[in-house]
């Protein structure tokens, strides 16, 4: 029988990578297409919300250090 582990069938280590870019990619293009909409005077159609930039900025910028962390890590 062979001594096959299965962390090296699923490859998690990589997949752990993929994952946190994938966040990080969807922070900044979520969040960017918020500014966006913000600065064109658009808002989402039946939410109350007021826009918070700060917030925006900051998911931003961490979803900044995850891409960048996730490419590095390949």
């Known amino acids: 029988m062979n ?3 299965i962390v090296e069938i699923f490859d998690l280590d990589r997949l752990l990578v993929l994952m946190v870019l994938a966040i ?3 922070m900044l293009a979520g969040n960017g297409f918020a500014i966006w909409q913000h600065r064109r005077g658009n808002k989402p159609k039946g939410e109350g919300g007021e826009f918070r930039p700060a917030r925006a900025y900051w998911l931003i910028a ?3 250090v ?3 962390w996730g490419l590095f890590s390949f």
């Open 24 to 26: 990080g990619l969807a």
């Open 66 to 68: 995850m891409t960048t």
């Open 62 to 64: 961490v979803g900044l």
């Open 3 to 5: 001594d096959v582990d």
